[in-house]
């Protein structure tokens, strides 16, 4: 499924390409199922920092089997994996196709416990939400949480690594009941609704940490939802704008505003997050939110739903 033009998701194309050739470092993996998620969709509008040459298929995880794997890797035709995949040079790209290559690094061995489907959902969303709440955030068990966009991809994953790693409480924000009741069921404790939630989370309790991928004018009031030592981690932009902090509210509660991004350096880190979350997934503590599942042809229908802001959980390409 490729981008060829840069006007939505409505022009990609499903077409018939050559095969990925696998570098001498990396595997090649028959994909069962791919994430979609909002990069996709702001990379079919040329809107997401990695622009790559057109056409390209996106896809920024896989899971599937391996087709084929360098000598003396961890992995053997057959094995069951997930995977952040590549094209050329180009990390997280890739994933919307019948063939997927990524590097031994960023590729992940799945246990007997967990569906394609679900594996799909894992490498993006649950690692980072990991790297956001415990690496970045320095998230001690008994702090509370409050996610914003908590229905979403990111957000689910959030309250559930929140939830698995010992938060007290995981307060949830979305903009409507139906969502809310979703934030729930994923595991929240409470939920708010999006207009005024900085005067109901106040009644609730302030929080030692919010996470927050959705950006726009909500962040001054996230930031008054947070206890004195509190951490508000920037993950992304939902909302479409990007916000500005007035920085004297950081001085009066000694607040930090902490960016998580997916540097190259956080390549290095990736084994260690799974191998963290991996205990979790198999005792089923972890177990992400399938909102949708859509064939592969149907990558258009996918991200529609995510612009559409309809999207619960997280929305699947099966192949
Ligand atoms: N930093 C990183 O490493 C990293 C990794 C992965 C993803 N991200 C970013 O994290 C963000 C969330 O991704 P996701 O996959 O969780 O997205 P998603 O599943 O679509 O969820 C995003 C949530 O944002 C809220 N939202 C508020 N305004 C919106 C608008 N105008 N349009 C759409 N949604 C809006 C919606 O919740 P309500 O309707 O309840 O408000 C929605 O549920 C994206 O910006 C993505 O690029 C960053």
Not at 4 to 27: H, I, K, R
Not at 236 to 251: A, C, D, K, M, Y
Not at 267 to 285: C, K, N
Not at 289 to 308: F, P, S
Request: net charge neutral; charged share 20%; proline share 6%.
């Amino acid at each position: 499924m490729q981008i060829t033009s840069l006007d939505g998701p409505d022009a990609m194309e499903f077409a018939d390409v050559a095969a990925p050739v696998a570098g001498s470092d990396q595997v090649l993996i028959k994909v069962h199922a791919a994430g979609a998620s909002f990069p996709q969709l702001l990379q079919t509008r040329g809107l997401y920092h990695v622009k790559p040459p057109l056409p390209y298929a996106p896809g920024c995880e896989v899971a599937g089997e391996i087709v084929s794997a360098p000598k003396g890797s961890r992995f053997a035709p057959g094995d069951r994996v997930a995977a952040l995949p590549m094209i050329g040079k180009i990390p997280m790209i890739g994933g919307f196709a019948e063939l997927a290559v990524a590097t031994a690094d960023m590729t992940f061995a799945l246990p007997k416990e967990i569906s394609f489907v679900e594996a799909a959902s894992l490498p993006l969303n649950y690692l980072t939400a990991y790297f956001a709440l415990i690496e970045r955030g320095g998230m001690a068990p008994g702090e509370s949480v409050l996610v914003q966009g908590a229905a979403g991809g990111i957000g689910t994953a959030s309250i559930q690594i929140a939830k698995a790693f010992g938060a007290s409480r995981v307060i949830a924000v979305t903009s409507t009941p139906e969502k809310g009741a979703a934030a729930i069921a994923a595991g929240a404790d409470k939920y708010v609704l999006v207009d005024g939630f900085s005067g109901a989370v106040k009644e609730l309790g302030s929080v030692d940490i919010v996470v927050d991928p959705v950006g726009g004018n909500r962040l001054t009031d996230s930031l008054r939802t947070l206890k004195e030592g509190g951490r508000l981690l920037v993950v992304g932009f939902t909302s479409g704008e990007i916000p500005t902090v007035q920085v004297n509210r950081l001085l009066l509660n000694n607040i930090s505003v902490v960016g998580v991004g997916f540097v190259p350096e956080r390549h290095r880190h990736l084994q260690a997050e799974w191998e963290a979350i991996m205990p979790h997934v198999r005792s089923g503590t972890l177990k992400p939110v399938i909102g949708a599942t859509y064939a592969l042809n149907d990558a258009a229908v996918a991200l529609r739903e995510i612009d559409q802001r309809r999207a619960v959980g997280k929305i699947v390409l099966t192949v």
